[in-house]
């Protein structure tokens, strides 16, 4: 089984910033997508940054040009890096990989998540 282990969340005034670090570890293949989801309370869970293999990224609307994905192969850790914080962005954040079970499978995986709160 996968693990994968969220860190870096924590309470910040508006205009901060935080890095999200997310490590995976356990038996696997390889390590595919990788990417940041986040839930507000009683609101639906919402793609928030994804980035490939090779480095191709995607953002959300609502984050672009505030919040930067990244990720280490070597140590298949992906970062989200969040500045210019807003209210807006307070949730729970959920890392997500597509493990390669094998050389053609994959299933996804979901970190606990980490709580961002972001005060005003």
């Known amino acids: 089984q996968v693990q994968l282990v969220e860190s870096g969340g924590g309470l910040v005034q508006a205009g901060g910033s935080l890095r999200l670090s997310c490590a995976a570890s356990?038996?696997?293949?390889?390590?595919?997508?990788m990417g940041w989801y986040r839930q507000a309370s009683g609101k639906q869970r919402e793609l928030v940054a994804t980035?490939?293999?090779?480095?191709?990224?995607t953002y959300a609307d609502s984050v672009k040009g505030r919040f930067t994905i990244s990720r280490d192969n070597a140590k298949n850790t992906v970062y989200l890096q969040m500045n210019s914080l807003k209210p807006e962005d307070t949730a729970v954040y959920y890392c997500?990989?597509?493990?390669?079970?094998?050389?053609?499978?994959?299933?996804?995986?979901w970190g606990e998540g980490t709580l961002v709160t972001v005060s005003s």
């Open positions: 356990g038996s696997f293949f390889s390590i595919g997508a």
């Open positions: 997500n990989a597509a493990v390669y079970i094998d050389y053609v499978n994959t299933i996804d995986w």
């Open positions: 980035i490939i293999s090779g480095g191709s990224t």
